[in-house]
């Protein structure tokens, strides 16, 4: 699954090093480091409150922290302006409400911002976005409004419209949290198949099969904190840390 490194780079595309972040007096990220490599699917997994969130928006800088510092692709989270613009044009992000623009068809949604930001002619941005939405499953809804597709073929269109703008990453939080259960696999299986083609991905998510049949490695979260990171093989079935085995014990055999 682990994709090659581009043009031979070893680098990790995203180290995040001591972060902290609190709101308030609330200490919601606790000396967070770690780092993903270049098509590396990492799972972030941990009870509601752990910060899972808080982190996959801090690296998109939808969230900003108080210490430490994240890097994406060699490059340190700007602060705002164009070099923050450019930022979020390299990494897609993919929210557990879809997001999509109301008022404009999906194929609106999906060229959009390879029209606005990348500055694609509108029939290479439309051509572009019909190979994606095949991709995932929706080409025959191009020309519907998002209102008329559910909520397992939203959240398909919002993943075909991160990737029009061939992001170097791709951050999914909670894709899957607000569809009912026979839509969750229709998403899961388009997010496997781009693990599959060395897509580089952050997902925050409560589904297990798909941390064990997607995952590089596990990364679980308590309290603001990592607690333990592996791979998932070595993480289900023997999680080194008594709060992952809690953790574990109450979600795998309820």
């Given at each position: 699954?682990?994709?090659?490194?581009?043009a031979?780079?070893?680098?990790p595309?995203?180290?995040?090093?001591g972060?902290?972040?609190?709101?308030?007096?609330?200490?919601?990220?606790?000396?967070?480091?770690?780092t993903?490599?270049?098509?590396?699917?990492v799972v972030?997994?941990?009870?509601?409150?752990?910060?899972?969130?808080?982190?996959?928006?801090?690296?998109?800088?939808?969230?900003?922290?108080?210490?430490?510092?994240?890097l994406?692709?060699g490059?340190?989270?700007p602060?705002e302006?164009?070099?923050?613009?450019?930022?979020?044009?390299?990494?897609?992000?993919?929210?557990?409400?879809?997001?999509?623009?109301?008022?404009?068809?999906?194929?609106?949604?999906?060229?959009?911002?390879?029209?606005?930001?990348?500055?694609?002619?509108?029939?290479?941005?439309?051509?572009?976005?019909?190979?994606l939405?095949?991709?995932?499953?929706?080409?025959?809804?191009?020309?519907?409004?998002?209102?008329?597709?559910s909520?397992?073929?939203?959240?398909?269109v919002?993943?075909?419209?991160?990737?029009?703008?061939?992001?170097?990453?791709?951050?999914?939080?909670?894709?899957t949290?607000?569809?009912?259960?026979?839509?969750?696999?229709?998403v899961?299986?388009?997010?496997?198949?781009?693990?599959?083609?060395?897509?580089?991905?952050?997902?925050?998510?409560?589904e297990m099969?798909?941390?064990r049949k997607?995952?590089?490695?596990?990364?679980f979260?308590a309290?603001?904190?990592?607690?333990?990171?592996?791979?998932?093989?070595?993480?289900?079935?023997?999680?080194r840390?008594?709060?992952?085995?809690?953790?574990l014990s109450?979600?795998?055999?309820?």
């Open positions: 699954m682990q994709s090659d490194n581009v031979g780079n070893d680098d595309l995203v180290v995040v090093s972060v902290n972040k609190w709101y308030g007096e609330h200490h919601v990220l606790k000396d967070i480091n770690t993903v490599a270049r098509g590396e699917v972030v997994i941990g009870p509601s409150g752990s910060g899972k969130s808080t982190l996959c928006r801090a690296i998109n800088r939808l969230e900003t922290v108080q210490e430490g510092e994240i994406i692709d490059v340190k989270l602060e302006g164009a070099d923050l613009a450019k930022l979020r044009s390299d990494v897609g992000m993919v929210f557990q409400s879809f997001n999509l623009f109301a008022h404009k068809t999906v194929l609106e949604n999906v060229t959009l911002a390879p029209i606005k930001v990348r500055k694609m002619k509108k029939a290479d941005a439309e051509a572009r976005a019909m190979k939405l095949q991709r995932v499953g929706v080409e025959a809804h191009a020309h519907k409004m998002p209102a008329q597709l909520g397992g073929q939203q959240q398909r919002a993943i075909a419209r991160s990737l029009a703008m061939d992001p170097k990453l791709i951050l999914l939080d909670e894709p949290s607000a569809l009912d259960p026979e839509m969750i696999n229709e899961l299986d388009v997010m496997i198949e781009l693990a599959r083609e060395g897509m580089t991905m952050i997902v925050v998510t409560h099969g798909f941390a997607a995952a590089n490695r596990v990364i979260m309290e603001g904190a990592i607690v333990e990171e592996a791979a998932p093989d070595e993480f289900f079935t023997n999680p840390t008594e709060r992952a085995q809690e953790f109450k979600i795998l055999h309820n």
